[in-house]
């Protein structure tokens, strides 16, 4: 029987960070990206694993908190959360082995995941009737928890009088087939009747499924920092199931 626990925090102070205008005025100017950004990470990470003669049992635990500030913002907050963070993570395994020789095990895990960061959009509509959405208070939500179950199954056996093992198993990924929200893509409004258009909304839609609008999500992640920007005519939102995150 053998144990360990382990226990590391850390601060990070980050500078000269490539940034860029959140306006399309600003950009039109001629503002383009410049290494003006600042930033701080800090967390706690936990980790705990145990060992016998046939079992295994190991916990993790993360905690992190990041911020980013980029000056040449007018339109939104300067300081605000990195689009990935995600504070908290933990994760749970065990393994057991069994028969004459031990040669048969089975093992899991249970991971589970602060949801990714997402900035929230107030609707707003032209002259002419059509709607769009103005981002704000940059990344100050997230999309919900994310989670996920895998099992496995395996025998191994040495060979070559020793010299080598040979592994035959059975994975199963995402056993419980969960799904958590990879990224919202707003809508410019359906046609009604009287030919105006309603306000946008937004559904749910399995990205792995889709892998088209999957691209096109992460396009608008990557680009959502600018001030009223017209989305593509999807009513959808992706999601997708944690193993294929």
């Known amino acids: 029987f053998g144990g360990i626990l382990r226990v590391e925090g850390y601060h990070k102070i980050l500078d000269r960070l490539l940034v860029h205008p959140d306006t399309l005025p600003a950009l039109e100017r001629g503002g383009t990206w410049q290494s003006v950004g600042t930033g701080t990470a800090s967390g706690l990470d936990a980790s705990f694993a145990a060992r016998g003669a046939s079992w295994g049992v190991m916990a993790t635990y993360s905690f992190g908190h990041s911020e980013r500030t980029n000056p040449l913002n007018t339109a939104g907050p300067t300081t605000f959360a990195p689009l990935w963070a995600q504070e908290h993570?933990?994760?749970?395994?065990?393994?057991?082995?069994?028969?004459?020789?031990?040669?048969?095990?089975?093992?899991?895990?249970?991971?589970?995941?602060?949801?990714?960061?997402?900035?929230?959009?107030?609707?707003?509509?032209?002259?002419?009737?059509?709607?769009?959405?103005?981002?704000?208070?940059?990344?100050?939500?997230?999309?919900?928890?994310?989670?996920?179950?895998?099992?496995?199954?395996?025998y191994g056996a040495p060979i070559l009088k020793g010299r080598a093992k040979l592994s035959i198993y059975l994975d199963v990924l995402n056993a419980t087939v969960a799904q958590s929200d990879f990224v919202w893509i707003y809508s410019e409004g359906e046609p009604q009747e009287d030919g105006?258009?309603?306000?946008?909304?937004?559904?749910?839609?399995?990205?792995?499924?889709?892998?088209?609008?999957?691209?096109?999500?992460?396009g608008v992640l990557r680009m959502f920092h600018v001030e009223r920007r017209r989305t593509e005519p999807y009513a959808t939102a992706t999601k997708r199931t944690p193993n294929s995150q």
């Open 196 to 218: 105006s258009l309603a306000a946008p909304e937004r559904g749910v839609f399995p990205a792995a499924a889709h892998p088209a609008v999957a691209r096109h999500a992460a």
């Open 89 to 154: 993570g933990l994760r749970l395994g065990g393994q057991v082995s069994f028969g004459k020789l031990r040669r048969w095990s089975v093992s899991g895990t249970w991971e589970l995941r602060s949801g990714r960061r997402r900035t929230p959009v107030a609707r707003r509509q032209d002259p002419d009737g059509s709607w769009y959405v103005v981002p704000y208070a940059y990344n100050s939500k997230d999309y919900g928890p994310w989670t996920e179950l895998s099992l496995r199954a395996e």
